[in-house]
């Protein structure tokens, strides 16, 4: 596939169509991970785990993850959302684990099925009367008004 889209490049743009053939970086460090071109904090606490950081995950597999982890990374980065869709075996739980032990950081995992609620993904929130909330504060600037007035 990769040779025909080369070759139908060179049809149409009559120039050679570079490939990036180069894996994505990998470099560790007690205090940063960078995958790529995206940089993470790596946790000053190890989770528990006493052995390596890529604990559970042989290193071929990583290096096959090494590309979309590199864009989880950066949406983790940027704090930007990151939907993971695919197939059962595809290794989206792969790439987060493995992501997460090179931060030194805690997974937790929900496993959703086309009848899993909102609340199961965001919790249910207490509903709160603003209106009250506006007068207790409005109460408290009022008290530090009246304060400040009899001390002038």
Known sequence: DRLELQKRYQECFDHEMLLHKEDSLLRITD???????????????????????INGIEPALLR??????????????????CLL?????SGKTDLLKGLAEL??????????????????????????????????????????YQGACEYL
């Open 31 to 53: 205090t940063h991970v960078q995958i790529g071109n995206a940089t993470l904090k790596r946790r000053c606490k190890s989770t528990g785990s006493t052995t390596s950081p």
């Open 85 to 89: 869709v695919g197939p059962s075996p």
């Open 64 to 81: 096959s993850l090494l590309t979309p982890m590199e864009t989880v990374a950066r949406c983790i980065q940027m704090d930007w959302p």
């Open 103 to 144: 931060c030194n950081a805690n997974v937790v995992e929900v496993s959703l099925t086309p009848s899993s609620d909102v609340n199961e993904l965001v919790g249910c929130f207490e509903q709160v009367d603003s209106v009250q909330d506006e007068k207790d504060v409005l109460s408290a600037i009022d008290l530090v």
